[in-house]
């Protein structure tokens, strides 16, 4: 289901194609994006976090890697090869059709010989082969086909040379003095070198095949067309074996939930199991806005939700490296802050790109993120609830466990009476955010179960207890005359995110206070039936300007209306949902309700956790 502008359009005004129509590769260890009209506008190499070597996602001149017909530039048909993370893109032209596919290569497991140097997790059967490979087919008449690859490391500022490698034009090098990335294209096509940018120009007449593989590290690119078309192959089954492990309701919207499986699965940072919570940086909330963050890091919030999302679909293995990840930096560190990298590292200092002017204009350019440093008293509970989930399925807790339990819970009760920057990372004034508070209660709640299990009765009668205190504070000062829960302390502004309150069990489903809150929220919080985190106006975030609605909150508020017994109205805000997404089943981070565009970056691990826990409840609630 599909809304908006046809797959490929877009606006007269601007150059930059909607953000939801952009096609999302991954290997697990590189992300890339890529437009309708055939070029990659978003690489970084040889992480997710990278340096872009592709940047025209956020300035025209950052480099971009294109493959088309000569005279077309909007397809007239792109999709997933079924069950795979292999994007196909289909141009009818004047003389015939021409058909490209885009993959990010993955093949058996390759540290045979040596152990790698990144790899945190258990080795699996496959890797990450470190090649981009772009085929390329006429299927019928004749098409000329044009290769443009001009990569710009360091978001656009270091400009690269080609040379040729080995003998003849079908293969070279690009070097730059300013980055440490070296870029490899072989081709069966000849390759010809302007400057820094690599071109290939051939017709192809029907059933003729060319393909081309841009590589990295110690990478051995396919030399041929069947070489090519067999690592394709393997990937696409690679990625086929991978989804049917998972379980998945014999339902019409069952795509949705195997396309966010697929797109988690490629947010996940193999080496360490930690899930980003999106490939780009800086793609705005606000169209022409300020609020551009980089969100190509991990956080620790995301684990509840991410083990929510995996082991409902069956996906265990995915579930155990992340709650690894987590545990590896909990004990590295000797405590937790909101968000990591994706290798573990605590030091994510903010800067601004001034010479890229942004998406559509949206500036500024951040990489790197302010946040990681920011008071948010939401973690403890996140972590503390993904852990007791972790032993509810699998009846096994790590060694690490006990001392972690202890820090945490006892960072909860130091801080749950002070004020805090929220779940939405505010960068006004700190609050005593109701949410904040219900997830310190989360934190003492879960490790009183925890310590039950344990054994350590002790411990669990005095958490109960604090965790009593925590609620009936909650009760008292975070809610409103009506018996609706508000954003904080002392206001009776509404928030997005108490509606964690059911879903945590904060207070059962039938609870009038909760049913009060999850019918204002549904009433008043939204626009066109699509949930805001807040009103702006009435909340001092650090910034200025309007916003989007946020999609996870929708989707949270469908898991809501369920819990309290609102099946049809959830159904209903669910379907709407769905028909939202991108051409692709792809969801950035906010939906402008007026217009249906996606903003924000993209695709977003968030949404599409809450449209997996979003459409499982529906399911659920319609089948008992």
């Known amino acids: 289901m599909t809304s908006g502008p046809p797959t490929g359009a877009k606006s007269t005004s601007s150059p930059f194609p909607p953000i939801a129509d952009y096609g999302f590769l991954s290997d697990g260890e590189v992300t890339a994006l890529v437009a309708p009209g055939g070029s990659v506008e978003w690489m970084g190499v040889p992480r997710m976090d990278s340096p872009s070597v592709f940047g025209a996602i956020l300035g025209r001149h950052a480099g971009e890697f294109r493959v088309a017909p000569a005279e077309r530039r909007v397809p007239d048909s792109r999709r997933y090869l079924p069950g795979t993370m ?39 059967d496959y890797d990450a082969e470190n090649i981009l490979l772009r085929t390329i087919r006429c299927a019928s008449g004749e098409v000329q086909v044009v290769m443009d690859c001009e990569p710009i490391p360091e978001y656009g500022l270091a400009h690269v040379r080609w040379e040729y490698a080995g003998e003849g034009y079908t293969q070279g090098v690009a070097r730059s003095p300013g980055s440490d990335v070296e870029l490899t294209l072989t081709s069966d096509m000849n390759l010809g070198f302007e400057g820094g940018r690599a071109t290939a120009r051939t017709l192809l007449k029907e059933g003729e095949q060319r393909f081309v593989a841009l590589s990295w590290g110690d990478a051995d690119p396919p030399r041929t067309f069947d070489d090519a078309y067999r690592r394709l192959t393997w990937t696409a089954h690679h990625w086929q074996h991978w989804l049917a492990r998972g379980t998945f309701p014999d339902h019409p919207w069952r795509s949705f939930l195997q396309r966010s499986a697929l797109t988690l699965k490629g947010l996940t940072y193999a080496p360490t199991g930690a899930i980003i919570a999106a490939s780009t940086t800086s793609l705005p909330e606000t169209p022409q806005g300020t609020r551009n963050y980089d969100y190509r890091y991990t956080w620790v919030r995301d684990s509840t939700f991410a083990l929510w999302g995996l082991y409902t679909l069956g996906f265990d293995w995915e579930a155990i490296d992340f709650f ?217 975030d650090g910034f200025t300007g309007e916003e989007g609605t946020f999609t996870i909150c929708s989707f949270w508020l469908v898991s809501a209306l369920v819990e309290i017994g609102e099946v049809a109205r959830g159904r209903q805000l669910c379907e709407k949902l769905l028909s939202l997404a991108g051409p692709l089943q792809l969801y950035a981070e906010e939906i402008d309700p007026h217009t249906g565009k996606h903003l924000g970056n993209f695709p977003q691990a968030f949404t599409h956790l809450a449209l997996i826990n979003a459409v499982m409840h529906v399911i659920r609630a319609e089948a008992a």
């Open 86 to 124: 292999i994007l196909e893109t289909s141009w009818g032209t004047a003389t015939g059709w021409l058909i490209v596919r885009d993959v990010l290569l993955m093949g058996p497991w390759r540290h045979r010989d040596h152990r790698s140097d990144t790899h945190q997790r258990p080795p699996t």
């Open 324 to 540: 690894a990840f987590v545990m590896d930096v909990s004990e590295r560190y000797g405590g937790l802050q909101i968000m990591y990298g994706i290798g573990g590292e605590n030091e994510l200092e903010e800067r601004v790109l001034d010479h890229l002017p942004g998406y559509d204009g949206a500036r500024p350019v951040r990489v790197g993120n302010a946040a990681h440093d920011q008071r948010q008293h939401d973690v403890w509970g996140a972590v503390l609830d993904s852990v007791y989930l972790h032993n509810k399925v699998h009846q096994h807790l790590d060694e690490r466990v006990w001392p972690l339990l202890q820090n945490l819970t006892a960072a909860a009760l130091a801080h749950w009476r002070e004020p805090d920057a929220g779940i939405w990372e505010v960068r006004g004034q700190l609050q005593h955010f109701t949410s904040s508070k219900i997830m310190c209660w989360v934190a003492l709640d879960r490790g009183a179960r925890l310590a039950r299990m344990l054994g350590e009765t002790a411990k669990a009668v005095e958490w109960e207890r604090e965790a009593e205190q925590i609620r009936q504070d909650v009760l008292e000062h975070g809610v409103d005359e009506r018996g609706v829960l508000t954003q904080a302390y002392g206001t009776d502004a509404l928030d997005a995110s108490v509606l964690l309150a059911p879903l945590v069990r904060f207070l059962p489903p039938d609870d009038p206070r909760i049913k009060a809150t999850v019918l204002a929220i549904a009433d008043e919080l939204t626009v066109d039936d699509l949930v805001l985190r807040y009103r702006v106006e009435e909340t001092d």
